[in-house]
């Protein structure tokens, strides 16, 4: 816990700064930014858990490309809390507040066979997707290009990455299931 007896910034506010964007629109602007944020860092964190726990045999393969991709999330959840820091706003900064605050669901502590926990990403990624570009969206109606050419960098990443985990689902594959006897 915290010693220090006075809060510089409170959560959840916006103070005006030099990029002058109306206080109205950096509110509407940062609640975005943070519901991304939130939703990063709960698929950031079921994808390493993934990426933890992945076997078979194209273990190798999986759990280098979900380090990847936990890696790619990171620095996307990063860019997203400066951004909303830059405008003025609070980052959301905890376990239970990005949980609190994502469009999508953990997946949970229990751990499930590849094809299932590939599959629930999919669909943590497609919500996502969804969230990025209603937000870019938002930020272009506001006229904050800055945040929308964010948004689109960080959609572009997210789509990509869920179109790969597709191409893991396919029911095309050179591992042979061995014949019991």
Do not use: C
Not at 2 to 11: D, I, L
Not at 12 to 39: C, F, H, M, Y
Not at 50 to 72: I, M, S
């Amino acid at each position: 816990m915290s010693t220090q007896e006075t809060v510089r910034r409170q959560a959840g506010s916006v103070e005006e700064t030099a990029l002058r964007i109306e206080p109205e629109k950096a509110e509407q602007l940062v609640d975005a930014l943070n519901t991304d944020l939130a939703a990063t860092y709960v698929l950031y964190h079921q994808t390493k858990k993934h990426h933890w726990n992945v076997e078979g045999a194209e273990f190798l393969d999986v759990h280098e490309y979900l380090g990847e991709v936990a890696e790619d999330l990171e620095a996307g959840a990063d860019e997203l809390a400066e951004r909303a820091q830059a405008i003025g706003g609070v980052p959301l900064a905890s376990g239970g507040t990005f949980e609190e605050h994502a469009p999508i669901e953990p997946e949970g502590e229990d751990v499930y066979d590849i094809r299932t926990s590939l599959e629930n990403d999919i669909e943590a990624f497609g919500i996502i997707i969804e969230s990025l570009r209603d937000h870019i969206e938002l930020a272009n109606d506001l006229g904050d290009y800055t945040t929308e050419e964010l948004l689109r960098d960080i959609l572009e990443d997210v789509e990509e990455h869920a179109h790969h985990l597709e191409h893991y689902l396919e029911d095309d594959t050179l591992v042979v299931a061995s014949a019991t006897k």
